[in-house]
């Protein structure tokens, strides 16, 4: 009997989950299915998914049962046997499930092949017994009589990789993936975004910078904006402390500065008290000493919100990582042309496309929404960030 097998994966369920519930089988092992027949119900946070067949065939091992929860995305939870000869399905199905057949995922079929592992000869520690790569990895260490640590594990690479040099890992940039990898890992981020037109706040600043010693950046108004929306939004400015919702008196943006080996972001306090060009000497100074490595941890610490722009690399938007324990970030890029329709006519604009990261813990959508509008407002009529 020759036959070809097809993983049945979780599959990935939404943004805000990548988790979810076997609800139940339609279909029993041996069953035949038609492709694109409906074979399992699969449950979310939020809603009921129906699993489809992606092929004809029959319905082989089940490797997670009804009701088994919290499966990640992308793990097998079914096998779909697809038989290449004559003999009926469900007789293929039956010797498949009374045969001694090694079931094992491609990665480490690949692995043992190089290895020169006999696949047969290894016990899986996968969902149902299935053999996955670091199984071969295992087996590999223990012919060659090492221990299988999960770093020696991880060092065992294929053959046919590209050569390459390992280069030690910085303290910031340590500090940067334990704190980013806990943000998404902890922190249910949820995005939202808004297109602003800067032609107003464009000629505004060129005007100020012909006659202010200090040359006002675009990044400086988004700081004086963000930060009087955020005041204006006091329940934005807020973060998530377990028991208790810490909602802050004082707005403090924290401003993500690129250096050698990763990034920094230095925090304005009060900024939403502070006028335009005491922003832009603040920001710059503190930028200045960031790149130049003097920058005192304590300008480092605290924030209420933060700031990302890589408006300069001309990247036009980003999805954003929040800082935690912030609850939100705002990423800024490239302003560019483009045609917009206002009164029922068409025109030429310049457009920067805004989008915020935020903690839904503490952040509903509405609220999100809110705050983004009152910033579009305030960019588009920036003389009021002059009086505010």
């Not at 047969?120 to 199984?135: E, F």
């Not at 934005?236 to 990763?262: M, S, Y």
Request: contains cysteine.
């Amino acid at each position: 009997m020759s036959e070809m097998t097809i993983e049945l994966q979780m599959p990935a369920l939404s943004n805000s989950s990548d988790k979810g519930t076997v609800s139940r089988w339609l279909k029993t092992e041996g069953d035949r299915v038609d492709s694109g027949e409906v074979i399992a119900e699969i449950e979310s946070e939020k809603a009921t998914f129906e699993l489809q067949a992606p092929a004809k065939g029959i319905l082989g091992t089940i490797l997670v049962q009804a009701g088994t929860a919290e499966i990640a995305s992308g793990t097998p939870i079914g096998l779909l046997l697809t038989p290449e000869d004559n003999e009926p399905p469900r007789e293929q199905a039956f010797k498949e499930r009374g045969s001694s057949r090694t079931i094992a995922s491609p990665a480490a079929r690949a692995a043992a092949g190089r290895s020169g592992i006999d696949i047969r000869s290894l016990r899986g520690s996968g969902p149902g017994g299935r053999i996955i790569l670091q199984d071969v990895n295992a087996a590999a260490l223990e012919r060659t009589g090492a221990s299988s640590t999960a770093a020696e594990l991880h060092r065992i690479e294929p053959s046919d990789l590209a050569p390459w040099e390992d280069i030690p890992t910085s303290a910031m940039r340590k500090t940067l993936a334990q704190r980013l990898t806990a943000s998404k890992q902890t922190i249910p981020h949820f995005y939202a975004g808004i297109q602003v037109e800067l032609d107003e706040l464009i000629g505004l600043r060129t005007r100020l910078n012909e006659v202010m010693p200090e040359k006002l950046s675009i990044n400086d108004f988004l700081i004086k904006a963000l930060s009087v929306a955020l005041r204006r939004h006091p329940d934005a400015n807020i973060q998530f402390n377990g028991d208790t919702l810490r909602r802050f008196k004082r707005v403090d943006i924290a401003v993500a500065v690129a250096v050698t080996g990763g990034v920094m972001a230095p925090v304005i306090r009060g900024a939403d008290t502070k006028t335009l060009t005491a922003i832009c000497a603040e920001s710059r100074a503190l930028a200045g000493k960031a790149r130049a490595g003097t920058l005192p941890a304590t300008d480092c610490q605290g924030g209420t919100f933060s700031l990302s722009n890589l408006g300069m690399y001309g990247v036009t938007e980003f999805l954003p990582i929040i800082n935690p324990p912030q609850a939100g970030i705002l990423a800024a890029g490239a302003a560019q042309p483009a045609v917009v329709s206002r009164d029922g006519s068409l025109r030429s604009a310049t457009v920067l496309a805004l989008t915020a990261a935020f903690d839904h813990r503490v952040i509903d959508g509405a609220l999100g929404a809110k705050l983004l509008v009152t910033l579009k407002t305030l960019l588009e009529n920036p003389f009021a960030l002059l009086v505010d």
